[in-house]
């Protein structure tokens, strides 16, 4: 491991890093960083275990992978993806299909959020991470408003409107 150098020790990068995929994982993670001072990252070693990518990422000690989607109806798909590799955080990356789409599908991307949250209860996900136009915004558990979903739709519209232009 190695420490980058623009975050330091904020943002390890692994030598074994897979490096068809590490000017995208490294964008992402910036994204990341630049929105949050609470967060490390670690660009894991690349390797490939029972037809299953390893995790790309270890964010605050939890495994991750970036899911680069082509539109909102993969978020559950990257959330079971995820899920497979045995992650607790997914990074939702916007950025690297979506640009400039973000902005028009705010409500549906919200919508599609809400509906993962069994993934947050069940502590199958405990975090997620949106990035858009390098930035980013956080989701977990405390996000949801159980008791009223159309509330925390409109959280996320919200947090989502941040990242977009």
């Given at each position: 491991?190695?420490?980058?150098?623009?975050?330091?020790r904020r943002l390890r990068i692994s030598q074994g890093a897979d490096l068809s995929e590490l000017a995208?994982?490294?964008?992402?993670?910036?994204?990341?960083?630049?929105?949050?001072?609470?967060?490390?990252?670690?660009?894991?070693?690349?390797?490939i275990l029972s037809n299953l990518k390893n995790p790309e990422y270890t964010i605050n000690?939890?495994?991750?992978?970036?899911?680069?989607?082509?539109?909102?109806?993969?978020i559950a798909t990257a959330f079971k993806a995820a899920k497979e590799q045995g992650c607790k955080v997914v990074v939702i990356d916007f950025d690297m299909h979506m640009s400039g789409r973000v902005k028009s599908k705010i409500s549906k991307i919200a919508q599609k959020l809400n509906f993962r949250y069994p993934d947050f209860l069940n502590h199958d996900i405990e975090v997620c991470y949106l990035v858009c136009n390098d930035s980013a915004i956080r989701i977990a558990l405390s996000d949801f408003v159980v008791s009223n979903p159309k509330e925390t739709i409109k959280k996320f519209e919200d947090q989502i409107k941040k990242i977009a232009r």
């Open positions: 491991m190695y420490d980058d150098a623009e975050y330091g995208h994982n490294r964008r992402a993670a910036a994204a990341i960083l630049d929105s949050f001072d609470d967060v490390e990252i670690k660009i894991n070693p690349h390797f000690g939890l495994l991750g992978d970036r899911k680069g989607i082509h539109g909102y109806k993969g």
